[in-house]
């Protein structure tokens, strides 16, 4: 299969990145991803996922 340096950043509002989630080369698949929130304030935040020339990026909502 197809493995490309990926990373995943939780960002704040503010376009920070507060977590680098993965930064590194995995193959092509399907994966789960537990984000460690400890310390950060509850409130609007994006995880965004960047390959090659691909960038996606979701709202997530941390309440703790």
Known sequence: ???????????????????????????????NLTAPTAGLPNGTYFVRMRLLDFIRTQRVVILD
């Open 1 to 31: 299969g197809i493995s490309s340096h990926t990373t995943i950043d939780l960002v704040n509002a503010q376009g920070e990145v507060v977590r680098t989630l993965v930064d590194s080369k995995i193959a092509a698949g399907e994966y």
